[in-house]
């Protein structure tokens, strides 16, 4: 019994671990990209033909923009950093906590894993496929705004495609949607909140709108992925007898 108590304690402290430094491959992988990643290419404004990024000199850097007709009627809203920010805290740590509050080590490894696998996946894609975010609108005055300036300047938008915290936030959400009978009142709060970390991320000039749907994508696919793997659900209804031939 204790043999097995220290080992459930020694995975809960290897996965909130795991999480934390793919977290940190995260802010490795978030700079802007040198000329030689891409030599040959080079991104232009198509009414002006100017090029978008400097070609030499302090900071030079070629990356992708994935900036759609759409992208340009949405608005800059700066109130929304305040779910922008809670994510920090409440995917990676209070998702997964409330897991083990329901007494539930798979669905506790379930989305822990799911979290760390999808990581690794968006860093092969950033490392391949660097975008980059240009932020055109002005800051306003008081608490918002230096909110957002906080974001900002702690938080290149290189990483971009897919969106980081689309995908954890999708993670979250059906994790949480999974323990709605067992804490109602918690995840039918939590749900909405994490929900409007979708419209923030484009809303705060941090990602184009295409990279939110990659990242919702690569969530949903991360969690239910991992679930199959380490929970093993059946697909076939327990009422279900087995199937014969006529």
Known sequence: MAKSKALRTVVIVAVFLGIILVFMSYEMLNFAPGSARWPSFYPWDPATKALVQPLSGDGAYQSFILKSWLDERVPFVPILALPYLSFLVI????????????????RFLTVGLALIVSQLFLDISYWLFQTNVPRTATLPDGALGWLVGMI???????????????TWAMIGIISLWRLRSRFP????????????????????????????YAGLFVGFASYWA???????????????GALHRP
């Open 91 to 106: 995917v990676p740590f209070v998702v997964p906590a409330i897991n083990l509050a329901a007494r539930s080590m798979r």
């Open 152 to 166: 900002w300047g702690n938080d290149q938008p290189f990483n971009g495609y897919p969106s980081g915290h689309c």
């Open 185 to 212: 009142k918690t995840a039918w709060i939590l749900m909405p909140w994490l929900a409007l970390i979708f419209p923030a991320t484009v809303m705060l000039q941090q990602h184009f709108l295409m990279d939110v």
């Open 226 to 240: 991992v679930m199959f793997a380490v929970e093993r659900p059946s697909l076939v209804p327990r009422d279900e």
